[in-house]
T-cell receptor, first 115, second 117 residues
Framework: GENVEQHPSTLSVQEGDSAVIKCTYS??????FPWYKQELGKGPQLIID?????GEKKDQRIAVTLNKTAKHFSLHITETQPEDSAVYFC??????????????FGQGTILTVHP | NAGVTQTPKFQVLKTGQSMTLQCAQD?????MSWYRQDPGMGLRLIHY???????DQGEVPNGYNVSRSTTEDFPLRLLSAAPSQTSVYFC????????????????FGAGSRLTVL
């Protein structure tokens, strides 16, 4: 079935360090991989996404890499700041029919950035 | 635009009670969905709708009902609440597949925290 595994479940870093969160997915036909950030008391918000025809995408301090052969993708945050502290979710969309727009999420990573 | 609005933000129920979680969006999104968030389990899809009058089940639909009479509203009904339904519930919306890649970008509400005693 459709499955997305996310690691680690918690990540603690010092301000200025880099943080990496990794996800693996089960279906090689998956073609869209977003990352959502959830701040305390709020709903998740899209921060970056990547499609299967691209290996890497950057947006300022965040980047996502995709390895289709190994079926995993990762979120990289450089020069972390305390405001990066949040829960991060990876997701994948499994193509076909009405599945368009129906995301399967990973378990989430609680990122804590210490000043 | 208000985006996706969920009410109530907090609710406590007793086992067996019924209630409806409300969700409304003002972005003219065709696609709407309900997720539940539990510790260590991420976000799991309960029900979704690709347009008014069309609904379908997600990964964990048991114990929940939905209907979509208008484009704007997508209420989630718990007919007989159980402690296992204690969770945080999120409503989300997006454009349909006819809009291209925008269908995959979900806008979430702020969530409704439900406790069933």
């Amino acid at each position: 079935g459709e499955n997305v595994e996310q690691h680690p479940s918690t990540l603690s870093v010092q301000e200025g360090d880099s943080a990496v969160i990794k996800c693996t997915y089960s279906d090689s036909a998956s073609n869209y991989f977003p990352w959502y950030k959830q701040e305390l008391g709020k709903g998740p918000q899209l921060i970056i996404d990547i499609r299967s025809n691209v290996g890497e995408k950057k947006d300022q301090r965040i980047a996502v890499t995709l390895n289709k052969t190994a079926k995993h993708f990762s979120l990289h945050i450089t020069e972390t700041q305390p405001e990066d502290s949040a829960v991060y979710f990876c997701a994948a969309i499994f193509p076909g029919g009405t599945s368009y727009g129906k995301l399967t999420f990973g378990q989430g990573t609680i990122l804590t950035v210490h000043p | 635009n208000a985006g996706v609005t969920q009410t109530p933000k907090f609710q406590v129920l007793k086992t067996g009670q019924s209630m409806t979680l409300q969700c409304a969006q003002d972005m003219n999104h065709e696609y709407m969905s309900w997720y539940r968030q539990d510790p260590g389990m991420g976000l799991r899809l309960i029900h979704y709708s690709v347009g008014a009058g069309i609904t379908d089940q997600g990964e964990v639909p048991n114990g929940y009902n939905v209907s979509r009479s208008t484009t704007e509203d997508f209420p989630l009904r718990l007919l007989s609440a159980a402690p296992s339904q204690t969770s945080v519930y999120f409503c989300a919306s997006s454009y349909s597949r006819s809009r291209g890649t925008g269908a995959n970008v979900l806008t979430f509400g702020a969530g409704s925290r439900l406790t069933v005693l």
